[in-house]
């Protein structure tokens, strides 16, 4: 059974930082680029990074220079370090296999607040 299990979220000011967690499992990890998704209030979910294979890594715009994708094969664990985070990130943070996408884990929330 393919499983996503996210976590590392909470209460941060502006400017802070989290890091984010992924553990996958169910399937090879290794094999499968990883995405991340976030999704605020009433907005539809987006993507907000990937990470290949081979390590190469993609941003929104939105995030780019802000965020970080990083991938652990040992620990099928993928990371996302978010700094300088700002109000307009608040939302539900999710993972998924870049492709044969998994059933949606529960997220974790990250809400960005002086």
């Known amino acids: 059974q393919v499983q996503l299990v996210e976590s590392g979220g909470g209460l941060v000011q502006p400017g802070g930082s989290l890091r984010l967690s992924c553990v996958a499992s169910?399937?090879?990890?290794?094999?499968?680029?990883m995405n991340w998704y976030r999704q605020a209030p009433g907005q539809q979910r987006e993507w907000v990074a990937t990470i290949t294979v081979i390590g190469s890594t993609h941003y929104a715009d939105s995030v780019k220079g802000r965020f970080t994708i990083s991938r652990d094969n040992t620990e099928n664990t993928v990371y996302l370090q978010m700094n300088s985070l700002k109000p307009e990130d608040t939302a539900v943070y999710y993972c998924n296999f870049a492709y044969l996408a998994a059933p949606w884990g529960q997220g974790t929330q990250v809400t960005v607040s002086s």
């Open positions: 169910g399937r090879t990890f290794r094999s499968y680029g």
